[in-house]
């Protein structure tokens, strides 16, 4: 009966190294610490992936890219520079570089705002035109016809790539750079001027908002917590403006229905100075450009000369 279980025994499933379980037919099993660690590795898998198409459909719900493009700057009396900006390997950006009359005060990158593309916010490229500057307009990509698909994850690379673009110019003025956002683009703007602190010396923001405060506002806040993961760590607006020394000029509507003028006004609290905010008064999202051009242009012409001390 010894000889028996001791048979048993040596045919039984057998440690082998690594934690491998060694059979006596020469199969091989996983031991049940491996299978479960196995286990707890496919689920990781499948909730990352559930994760990134969230993220993915969040994305899509919260940008409204336009492909029209039904404008170029030469319908504006500008004369521009149409160009592809590389972001990946296979994806690029479109561009136009709309150089300043005569010689340049300064070059701004322009970050436009959700809905809409490029040609919808040339009446700002055309503003900064008049004051004396170059500016740098793109879109994000999956918008207009810059390549790929929107997403808000990707917006950072987007203009990382823009910004990489107009300081490897030859015809913009070294020491003279700024960033301009408008609504969406005033995340990407800050970002991207905490990352510059050296080279970015103005900065303008119509439209802005602290993304968080702004969900929390709009949705139920179990819903919000649904859709927070659609918000990249870096364009925590509040975070960002608080960290940025550069000159900031803060534009918003009294009456915006898009972005609060509370949550404006919290942001423009949480900023590094210097700093100055202007309220247009009696007006919505994005409308002091089309209402108030002589105003708004006058207020940008003082905040340019206080900068550069003219």
């Known amino acids: 009966m010894a000889l028996v279980d001791a048979e048993t025994r040596s045919c039984g499933p057998r440690t082998g190294p690594g934690g491998l379980r060694l059979r006596a037919a020469g199969a091989v099993a996983w031991s049940p610490g491996r299978r479960r660690a196995l286990?707890?590795?496919?689920?990781?898998?499948?909730?990352?992936?559930?994760?990134?198409?969230?993220?993915?459909?969040?994305?899509?719900?919260?940008?409204?890219p336009d492909r029209d493009l039904d404008a170029t700057p030469a319908e504006y009396g500008m004369a521009y520079e149409d160009l592809r900006i590389p972001v990946t390997g296979r994806e690029?950006?479109?561009?136009?570089?709309?150089?300043?009359?005569?010689?340049?005060?300064?070059?701004?990158?322009?970050?436009?705002?959700?809905?809409?593309?490029?040609?919808?916010?040339?009446?700002?490229?055309?503003?900064?035109?008049?004051?004396?500057?170059?500016?740098?307009?793109?879109?994000?990509?999956?918008?207009?016809?810059?390549?790929?698909?929107?997403?808000?994850?990707?917006?950072?690379?987007?203009?990382?790539?823009?910004?990489?673009?107009?300081?490897?110019?030859?015809?913009?003025?070294?020491?003279?750079?700024?960033?301009?956002?408008?609504?969406?683009?005033?995340?990407?703007?800050?970002?991207?001027?905490?990352?510059?602190?050296?080279?970015?010396?103005?900065?303008?923001?119509?439209g802005a908002f602290i993304p968080r405060e702004e969900l929390y506002r709009k949705f139920p806040r179990p819903l919000a917590w649904?859709?927070?993961?659609?918000?990249?760590?870096?364009?925590?607006?509040?975070?960002?403006?608080?960290?940025?020394?550069?000159?900031?000029?803060?534009?918003?509507?009294?009456?915006?229905?898009?972005t609060s003028l509370e949550g404006a006004r919290a942001l423009y609290a949480a900023a590094a100075p210097p700093k100055e905010i202007w309220v247009v008064p009696g007006r919505d999202h994005m409308e002091p450009i089309h209402t108030d051009p002589e105003a708004y242009r006058a207020r940008l012409e003082r905040f340019l000369a206080e900068v550069w001390g003219e």
């Open 39 to 64: 286990r707890c590795g496919a689920l990781l898998a499948a909730l990352g992936a559930l994760a990134l198409a969230w993220a993915g459909c969040v994305s899509r719900a919260f940008l409204y």
């Open 92 to 206: 690029s950006l479109h561009a136009w570089w709309v150089s300043a009359p005569g010689t340049a005060r300064a070059a701004f990158l322009l970050s436009h705002g959700n809905a809409g593309d490029v040609a919808d916010f040339l009446p700002w490229v055309r503003m900064l035109h008049e004051t004396g500057c170059s500016v740098l307009a793109y879109d994000y990509r999956g918008y207009g016809r810059s390549d790929g698909r929107p997403r808000t994850h990707g917006l950072m690379d987007d203009a990382r790539a823009a910004w990489t673009h107009l300081v490897s110019r030859p015809d913009a003025p070294a020491g003279r750079l700024g960033l301009y956002g408008v609504s969406l683009g005033t995340t990407v703007t800050l970002a991207l001027a905490r990352e510059q602190p050296e080279a970015v010396r103005a900065v303008v923001l119509e």
């Open 226 to 258: 649904l859709f927070l993961g659609a918000i990249p760590p870096d364009l925590d607006t509040r975070t960002q403006a608080a960290g940025l020394a550069a000159p900031k000029l803060f534009v918003h509507s009294e009456r915006d229905r898009v």
